[in-house]
């Protein structure tokens, strides 16, 4: 069952380009690929669960979810 039954079908995309549109009035350079790899990102930095991460970004192998996340770069800035 959808999550929200009364929005139209097409209103998931609807929100996301009114998303990147006001992401682009911030600044042009940015895009949701960067806003979601950094909200994980911060995820990570306070919940370094795996498990959890992988939940909320749909990723379902570690290790490509260590890449996508530069892992070894945020225990570098950590210590």
Same mark, same amino acid.
């Given at each position: 069952?959808? !999550?929200?039954?009364?929005?139209?079908?097409?209103?998931?995309?609807?929100?996301?380009?009114?998303?990147?549109?006001?992401?682009?009035?911030?600044?042009? @350079?940015?895009? !949701?690929?960067?806003?979601?790899? &950094? @909200?994980?990102?911060?995820?990570?930095?306070?919940?370094?669960?795996? @498990?959890?991460?992988?939940?909320? @970004? &749909?990723?379902?192998?570690?290790?490509?979810?260590?890449?996508?996340?530069?892992? &070894?770069?945020?225990?570098?800035?950590?210590?």
């Amino acid at each position: 069952d959808p !999550l929200f039954p009364s929005d139209p079908p097409n209103a998931p995309r609807q929100r996301q380009a009114r998303l990147l549109q006001i992401l682009r009035e911030v600044d042009p @350079s940015l895009n !949701l690929r960067a806003m979601r790899r &950094g @909200s994980l990102q911060a995820l990570a930095a306070v919940e370094p669960d795996l @498990s959890k991460i992988r939940q909320f @970004s &749909g990723h379902t192998n570690d290790e490509t979810l260590k890449r996508y996340l530069d892992w &070894g770069k945020m225990a570098r800035m950590r210590n």
